[in-house]
Structures are given as C-alpha cells and as structure tokens.
C-alpha cells in the first residue's frame, strides 16, 4: 500500500467547510439549488483528499505509527496485469480477499485510540518542567508539554546535568513529540473516521434510503448570466462509483466498489454543462465500458484520460489539469471560472438512492394532478409549470 501524495483543493475539508459554499448544485438531491448551499453539517460531502493534506507527511513520518492510519491501495487490476484475464474473473479476484481484507479496497481508514500524555517518575525531569513553567510563568508544565510548538522551544539542558539526567530528560521531551503529533493525527482523523460509520450503517440496510458515492474527477465552471444577474456556478464530480464500507477485525474501516456496480457519468453536472445529446451519449457509453477494478482514487491515471477526454468533448475551452502537475499550483480553486475546469481530485458523498428520488417525486407528481383535478383543471400539463425532476426523465426519458 502507498499513501497518497497529490492533494484536491476544489471540495473544502471539513475544518473549512462553515466558510465555503457550494452554489447553484446540490449532491443531495440531485437538483439545481437557486441558493448557495452551506458545506459542513449536514452536507453530503464525506471527506476530500484535501482533508488529508495536512496530516499526511505527519502520519508518514517514520515511528510515529506501526502501521498508517489511513491507506490508498493500487487498483486490482492494472492494465499491464490483467493481460488475458477476463473482466469477471478480475471482479472476482478484487471481491475474494481470504484473509486479508484489506486486499479487495480502495481505502483503509483506521481509527486511532486516544492515549494519556507520557509521564516520568525522574527527579531529574520533573525538576527540568517545573524551571520551564517557571521561566514560561505558566501555574503548570501541562499545557506546555501538549504544544509541539513549545516543545519544539523547549529551553535546553543544563550540559554541566549528569549524561544520564540530560538522557533522560531528552527521552522524556521526546515522548512528549510523538505524543503530540499522535494525538492530532487522531483528531483530524477521528471526524472523518465517524462520519464515514455512521453513513456506512444507514447505508448497509437492504430498504435503506440513501448510498454511498465515490465522485470522481472535478469540473468547475461559472455559466452564463440568466438575466436576473445571476450565474449558476458547477462544481461537481464527473465520474461516479457507488462503494460500500466494511468493517474490519481490528476496527478499520475499508471502502471498496460495491459488487456488480459500474462506472456512471454524474448526469446532473454533464447536464448543466451540455445539451449535446450525441456528445453525452456517447460519453455514457465510453464511460459505461470502463472497469470498476482497474480504477483507484490513490491513482489517478487510472481515470485522468477519461477526464481529460470529457474535458474537451463536452464544453469548448474546456481544459484539465492534474493535481499532480506544475500547473496545478496556479490554479485558485476560491476564483470562479468561465471556461470548464476539470482536475482528477475525488470526494466521498452520500445521496438518496434514485429509487427513492423516483418515488418522492412521483408522489408529488400524484399531489399536483389531485390538486388540479380537484381544481376543476381541464389543462393539466398547462396547470403543471414545474414538474419534480424524475418524473420528468420516468414520462420523456
């Protein structure tokens, strides 16, 4: 297993989330929002790969952990080995694990077990803490000891101090490091693990409601004026893959593809973006051939050409940049865009599942014609301006 080393910048991570927003597009519901939509709270959007940024070279760092909290794992199925080998028989290697689950996902996310702050019973060290708080005129060495940036300041020992009384003292500040950096790892870890259980519990259920959705690929773009002075503004995934979550032994959580699942367009962002039907259809199809096994989030190049073929088919001007190139430094995912921008970043997010959209909007549908019939209605399609989306595509599509 290798840990990811690109970041996304377009979906904010959830320490960011109350200051963003995300207009015009609602992954909740699949439909066009007239208002912005706040992210954080009750928002669709699990976690990015940008909320892993600031913790991975952290967690990477040797001795800190035993094993990595959180894993990327290469997909199954590289071009290169699955030469010869059938598509099911891949699916069925990438969904047989034995005894390691951990063979069969995508992603390996731990759940890190708080731990007490190191102490010493040494003279030596608690004579060493006490001076600091002294000198910091802090009532207590406590606070200190929790700071890496105080620790990075620590005052230094006494070199006239006994070598075993200096060793000691050093072991002791160093403890208190790896501690630190431990803990906060865990903090921003934790968030994410517990949001991904509790979606993956509502999820499992055979009449649950919602599922579970790995986007991606991003396009951003800001559209034309509607003439009221308002621009809808895209900002979506391209690609979507329905996964599911495991619980393993040790308590990790591992998401993979579900089984019997495929690739799919996000129709509701190829919609805003084209009307071209014979561009979009198309784009389906060469999408609907792609491989779930051969794809992983932790590698990009699996899904990038598709993105970049998208990016120029479906909108003119349209271009895409890797998050893994030179180029991608210039991009300020805060500035609106005119022209389309599609980047190989990823999220996880929940939805309702179309089953149940289609249901939802077909009793509103019945609601509207008892309403009108009721009414005296002699013109039901005139009467109805604004039929719910999916009945729109379960009459015309």
């Not at 230094?156 to 500040?173: F, G, N, T, Y």
């Not at 259980?197 to 499992?204: H, M, N, P, V």
């Not at 001007?317 to 210039?330: D, H, L, M, P």
């Amino acid at each position: 297993s290798a840990l990811a080393d690109y970041f996304m910048r377009e979906y904010p991570s959830l320490n960011d989330a109350r200051e963003a927003v995300v207009q015009e597009f609602d992954m909740s519901t699949g439909q066009s929002n007239d208002d912005a939509v706040e992210v954080g709270g009750d928002s669709p959007l699990l976690f990015s790969l940008g909320d892993f940024q600031s913790i991975s070279a952290s967690a990477s760092e040797a001795g800190l952990f035993s094993s990595p909290p959180f894993s990327f794992y290469a997909a199954s199925a590289s071009s290169s080995a699955a030469a010869g080998t059938s598509p099911t028989a891949r699916a069925r290697k990438f969904f047989t694990a034995g005894n390691s689950p951990a063979a069969s996902c995508w992603l390996r996310l731990t759940r890190i077990k708080p731990e007490e702050p190191p102490t010493s019973a040494s003279p030596a060290v608690q004579h060493y803490l006490e001076s600091w708080a002294s000198q910091r005129k802090h009532r207590s060495y406590k606070r200190l000891v929790r700071s890496l940036d105080a620790l990075n300041h620590a005052p230094a020992v006494d070199a006239s101090m006994p070598a075993r009384k200096q060793k000691e003292i050093r072991a002791h500040l160093k403890k208190c490091k790896r501690h630190v950096k431990r803990d906060s790892i865990r903090r921003k870890l934790e968030p994410l693990y517990n949001r991904l259980f509790e979606i993956a519990q509502t999820t499992k259920a055979a009449d649950a409601f919602e599922e579970l959705i790995l986007g991606l690929g991003n396009a951003r773009m800001v559209g034309d004026d509607d003439g009221d002075g308002n621009a809808s503004v895209i900002n979506g995934p391209l690609l979507e893959i329905r996964v599911e979550v495991e619980l393993a032994p040790d308590g990790a959580l591992l998401v993979r593809p579900c089984e019997h699942t495929g690739v799919e367009l996000n129709r509701d962002v190829v919609g805003a973006l084209s009307t071209d039907r014979e561009v979009i259809s198309s784009l389906h199809r060469a999408v609907g051939e792609m491989e779930t096994m051969a794809l992983s989030p932790g590698q990009p190049g699996t899904y990038s050409a598709m993105l970049k073929r998208i990016a120029v088919e479906i909108s003119s001007g349209g271009r895409f940049v890797s998050t893994q190139s030179s180029a991608y430094a210039n991009v300020n995912p805060g500035r609106s865009v005119d022209r389309l921008l599609v980047t190989d970043a990823w999220c996880f997010y929940h939805r309702p599942k179309p089953s149940s959209v289609w249901a939802r909007d077909a009793q509103t549908l019945a609601d509207l014609v008892s309403k009108q019939q009721a009414a005296g209605s002699r013109s039901l399609l005139s009467s109805i301006q604004t039929p719910p989306m999916a009945s729109l595509s379960l009459t015309h599509g």
